[in-house]
């Protein structure tokens, strides 16, 4: 009678395919992480780009309060920043106060935009 499969059974049992049980195992656990750190990449970059963000609107909106303090007749604003760029339209409610629409491009080219109220305070 003729043993099949005599690669895989060995003298002392089932070696070779415990072996390639471990090896796959091995290597799934491997490209799983590789997958894992490409998606932190990913993520990292997004967080990124969500900082810049961040940071633009909060040096648009202090570069504007200072300039509304000084011209509050003000339609249309623009900054540059080394991050990227700010576009600011004003619609005046009152003496004080107003309603702004934010239009960010990022250094990447990504764009955002946000509304927002902002309401200059009295020094009396």
């Not at 648009?60 to 303090?69: E, G, I, T």
């Not at 619609?91 to 109220?117: C, P, V």
């Amino acid at each position: 009678m003729k043993r099949d499969f005599q690669f895989i059974i060995s003298e002392r049992g089932f070696t070779y395919p415990f072996i390639v049980l471990i090896i796959s195992l091995i290597l799934i656990v491997l490209f799983k992480s590789i997958e894992q750190y490409k998606q932190d990449i990913i993520m990292t970059e997004n967080h990124l780009e969500h900082l810049r963000f961040d940071t633009i609107v909060q040096m648009s909106l202090d570069h504007l309060k200072r300039d509304l303090s000084q011209d509050k007749e003000l339609k249309n604003v623009f900054y540059a920043f080394p991050e990227g760029e700010a576009n600011i339209k004003l619609h005046k409610l009152s003496k004080d106060e107003f309603l702004y629409e934010l239009y960010i491009t990022t250094k990447n080219n990504s764009k955002f935009d946000r509304a927002g109220y902002i309401r200059l305070k009295n020094d009396h």
